[in-house]
Structure formats: C-alpha cells, structure tokens
C-alpha cells in the first residue's frame, strides 16, 4: 500500500519559534525567543511555559505567528502585536491609541494604595493622562469604595480606556473626560491627583527606540523642551483641584527629582518627596497640599 510522502512543510512549534527568532535577531529585534513565545502563547491560548513545543500547528496558527512575526520585525511593539498586556490584576486592551502600561506605573499604583490616611472614606481620585485607563480602572477594581475621574486630552486614548473599563465590567465605577489635567474638578474637590504625564525631554523622544518612537504616541511621551511641560501645568492645576490634605502622586523621569520637587513646594505642597522605583531609579514624585 502506498503512503503518503510526508509533509516538508509540517514543522513543530518550537522549530518554528526558533526560526522566527532568528529571523528577529537579525533584524535586531531585542529578546526575540521571547517575543516570539508570548505571541504564540496568545495565539494557541495558553502559558507561555506550557507551549506544546513538540506538537505541529495547524495551518491557521502557523499564519497567525508569521502574520505576527511580520509585524514585530517592523518594529511594533509585542503589547500592540498581542493588543492586550495584563497590569496589576487586570488584563488591558493595548493598541497605537495610547502609551503602553509599564511595570514603573504598577508601583505609582501602588503608591496610591499605601497612603493609608487616603481611605478613610470615599475618596475621589483623579488619573490625569489615564491612557489605556490602566490607574484609574486598577484603583476603582482594587478600591471598590473610591470614586475615579479619569481624564485625557486625546479622545482616540479615552475611548480606549472606555472600552476597557465596559469589557472589565468597570465603566459604572469611572467618570471619563475629555480634557487637560483636572479638566471639570470642582476646586478643592479631589482627594487625590494621579498621574504618569509625557516627561521625556522632546529631543530625547527623537532619540527612542523605534518600538517606542514610531509607534506609541508622542503626545503622551513628549513633557516639551526640558520634560516638565506637562508637570508643572498639572502640578499647579492640582493644587487648586485637592481639597486641603489631598495627594498628588506622579511618575517622573530619572533625572527630573530635584526639579519637581521645587515644583510642588512651589505650589505649596507639603511633605513632598521623592521616590525611587524598584530598580532603584528615582521614579515617583508625592506631596501634600495644605
């Protein structure tokens, strides 16, 4: 009886994967067998520890990884490739619309969530520049008891954190405006101001990584000539929006500490301090207004 000849286009995954990492490589796309893995976890709806990598993909799952391939070798990001990336507890729709949500604005999060003298009540919490909503949804999923405005001034970024918050099931618990830093806050009515605001230097933004420069939008990388644009309009901003002993927490650049600082002891915030994240990078920046 006559078989049929074998398939040399039928390889296994992890053959695959490997071939598609050195196709990255030689792009010089970084931490490629990486990528590459993530992308197909996602695809095969798995861990990425558990990957069959012995197993032959289907035609359509094979498509799906070099469609995606195609596209990281391009330079876009893994987190647009996916369009989701989890933070915190929660998994996001990522796409070019807004920044992608960062490991360094999970600890901001956690910053808010240490200020014990924050949850007495219902606080009212503003995120400014929300984005993806990645702060504004992770504090209302976290905190059930606090109130969240979220604003942005691009509306392409805030229907995106909408649509997050509706496929969360999060869109009663947030008020999303259209607007620059406190937007519609009534003075003196925020407990607390959040915010990762653009803080690149706009030369420095130039000078980015393609994955970064090319793809994210610059409006919420770019804080103008020195990187403070941003922060010091919403610095002052906030300190007409917070009630008295309201907080501001922010995210800032490794080298903007002393800067900002000046800032918000300028504004006439109190026990303003500077925080490092958990590499040990100045990160963060907190006050008090009295």
């Known amino acids: 009886m006559e078989t049929a000849a074998p398939d040399a286009a039928a390889h296994s995954l992890g053959e695959l994967l490997a071939a598609g990492a050195a196709w990255l490589s030689r792009r010089g796309v970084d931490d490629a067998r990486l990528q590459c893995e993530w992308l197909a976890a996602d695809i095969m709806h798995c861990r990425r520890t558990a990957l069959p990598l012995d197993a032959v993909p289907e035609p359509d799952t094979v498509a799906a990884l070099r469609a ?12 647009y490739v ?4 989890d933070f915190r507890a929660l998994t996001l729709a990522t796409d070019h619309r807004a920044l992608i949500p960062r490991p360094e604005t999970e600890g901001l999060v956690a910053l808010v969530l240490d200020e014990p003298r924050l949850w007495d009540a219902a606080p009212l919490i503003c995120d400014v520049g929300t984005g993806t909503g990645a702060i504004a ?8 008891q606090c109130r969240v405005m979220a604003t942005d001034c691009e509306g392409a970024a805030l229907s995106l954190a909408r649509e997050n918050a509706e496929r969360l099931g999060l869109a009663g618990r947030v008020i999303f405006v259209l607007g620059r830093n406190c937007a519609e806050a009534e003075p003196g ?12 230097a706009s030369a420095t933004v130039d000078a980015l990584p393609r994955h970064i420069r090319d793809f ?5 990388l770019d804080g103008g000539a020195d990187g403070l644009d941003i922060i010091r309009s919403l610095v ?8 008295r002993g309201g907080f501001i927490f922010l995210e800032i650049g490794d080298d903007q500490g002393e800067a900002v600082l000046a800032l918000l002891e300028g504004a006439g915030f109190s026990e303003a301090a500077i925080l490092k994240d958990l590499a040990g990078l100045t990160r963060y920046a907190k006050g008090r207004i009295e």
């Open 68 to 79: 995606g391939i195609v596209r990281l070798a391009n330079g876009e990001p893994l987190q």
């Open 189 to 200: 009515s925020l407990d607390a101001v959040v915010s990762n605001p653009p803080y690149i």
């Open 137 to 144: 949804l992770s504090l209302a999923h976290e905190r059930p």
């Open 216 to 220: 994210e939008p610059r409006t919420a």
């Open 82 to 85: 996916l369009g989701n990336w």
């Open 236 to 243: 002052h901003d906030a300190a007409i929006a917070l009630r």
